[in-house]
């Protein structure tokens, strides 16, 4: 009632703070406390890569409770809650990422989120929704690219026809096309595992595998659009240089593409092939055959 249907109905807006100067891939070198006082806590730390910060009414705060990593629901204008820094990034995404600090910020029981100690579980959650979004959000950005590339070759002439004649534009356009399809299926696919409530660790791989597939994928597709438009495309009065410089950060953030890759390494050291590429059912019957 305070803080989910508020957002729910758009009238309140959060942003998760986890990253901070010295934990960026490895969240467990966190150094945030939140120290236990008599009628609650007492949260310090910083934070870096606040995504929406800037207009956030509430943060979600990861935090050490006893050395157990606890989320916290952090309103923005509590005393000692402060923005440090907003940086200047490449694209132009709507919103900042600003740096905050947390000095002595008092914060009642009724403030954590989930239990102490879920912290990493819950974080592990929030990276397994926005690894999706990438996917779709990439994909997406892809196709507008490819359908803006393939007309601009359509209509641009070179040599006395049309550049989309030219087998070499033809193959930039065909490498597209089989990115787009196959990470699409792919994002569906998971999404879809995800709805049937595909047990949480196998869907956390999976999850890495469709950001990591996606996510380069769509800097392959939006580079070829750029070729195709020339000279053009790296002009900013067109959209697919936009699309290029914007996407860069897909490959980087909620994990890198190298810790995506540590991730399925991870789960097939621990759980074998089989759980995430089988084609018949788990011992866990965790995922369905294919219908024939």
Known sequence: EEYLL??????????????EPHAGSDPKAIRTVATRTGDGY?????????????????????????????????????????????????HTFVYEHPEFRFDDVRLGPDKVLGEIGQGYELTRDWFVEERLMIAART??????????????????????????????????????????????????RTSWDADRGLDRKLLNAQAAVA?????????RCVDNAVQIFGGRGY???????????????DRIWEGTSE???????????????ASLIGTVPTPEGQRDAPTP
């Not at 990861?62 to 200047?88: C, H, N, W, Y």
């Not at 892809?142 to 534009?169: H, V």
């Open 259 to 273: 810790i995506q890759k540590l991730i399925i390494g991870n789960h097939l050291r621990k759980r074998g092939a």
């Open 6 to 19: 508020p957002e729910i109905r758009g009238e309140r807006r959060d942003a998760v703070a986890v990253t």
């Open 211 to 219: 950001k990591l597939s996606a996510s380069e994928a769509a800097n």
């Open 42 to 90: 007492a949260l310090s730390g910083e934070k870096t890569f606040v995504t929406v910060g800037d207009v956030a009414d509430f943060l979600l705060v990861l935090a050490l409770v006893d050395e157990q990593p606890t989320m916290f629901l952090v309103d923005a204008d509590l005393p000692g809650v402060s923005i440090t820094k907003v940086p200047r990034y490449t």
């Open 139 to 188: 994909i997406g950005a892809a196709e507008r690219a490819t359908l803006l590339a393939t007309e601009w070759a359509s209509d641009r002439e070179q040599f006395g026809e049309p550049i989309i004649g030219y087998q070499l534009i033809q193959d930039l356009l065909a490498k597209n096309v089989v990115d787009i399809l196959t990470n699409r299926a792919l994002m569906y």
């Open 235 to 249: 002009m900013r009065e067109y959209p697919v240089e936009r699309l290029w410089r914007e996407l860069r950060v």
